[in-house]
């Protein structure tokens, strides 16, 4: 008589412990980095939508735009009265032709005032560094060292919410409709 457990699985067709820890593992390893791109996916879109607006007030105020300082509309002339045609041209010129060489003259630069002198700016104290958090691996507590930030460079602003917030009506709260 033949017996059933002769084929090599000790578990009886269940997987070993470890892989199931493994996947478990893994599962939330994945978890993790899923959660960390959809972060940086939603950061690097405030972004364009950022460098977007820029982009747009920059046509607008530069030159040639909608706010240019100097741009005023083409006042409309009446069209030119058809003149009499020109002689024909004689084979001998009239003297010596005009050099083409033309003498430019710069507009006159307008000079930029001296900043008023700012006080130095205090120092931001650095923030205290969060202990390490005992189920995240390592690579996921890493912070950026607030003492090697770039200088010279503005704090980042805050990401400003994905949706506008609720408003009451144009001229106060609505009124309900009539019966």
């Known amino acids: 008589m033949t017996s059933n457990k002769g084929n090599g699985n000790p578990y009886n067709g269940a997987p070993p412990k470890y892989l199931n820890d493994f996947s478990k593992a893994l599962a939330s390893e994945v978890r993790i980095l899923l959660a960390e791109v959809g972060k ?9 939508f950022e460098i977007a607006e820029l982009m747009a007030v920059k046509s607008k105020h530069g030159a040639g ?3 240019s300082p100097n741009w005023t509309p083409q006042p409309e002339a009446p069209p030119p009265a058809p003149e009499e045609a020109p002689p ?6 009239a003297g010596p032709a005009r050099p083409a060489w033309r003498v430019v003259h710069k507009p006159a630069q307008r000079r930029e005032r001296a900043p008023k002198a700012l006080p130095a700016p205090t120092p931001i104290p650095a923030p205290a560094i969060e202990p390490p958090k ?3 691996p390592a690579w996921a507590q890493w912070r ?4 090697m ?6 704090p ?6 994905a949706t506008p917030a609720a408003r009451s009506g144009l001229f106060g709260p ?4 009539p019966k």
């Not at 024909?88 to 010129?93: K, Q």
């Not at 980042?156 to 919410?161: C, I, Q």
Request: charged letters at 20%; hydrophobic letters at 20%.
């Open 149 to 154: 930030a770039p200088a010279g460079l503005p």
């Open 40 to 48: 940086l996916r939603d950061e690097r879109r405030q972004l364009q």
């Open 144 to 147: 950026p060292n607030p003492t």
């Open 156 to 161: 980042p602003a805050s990401p400003r919410p």
């Open 174 to 177: 609505p009124t309900p409709p």
């Open 134 to 136: 005992p189920n995240m």
């Open 88 to 93: 024909p041209p004689e084979d001998v010129p």
């Open 65 to 67: 735009g909608e706010y």
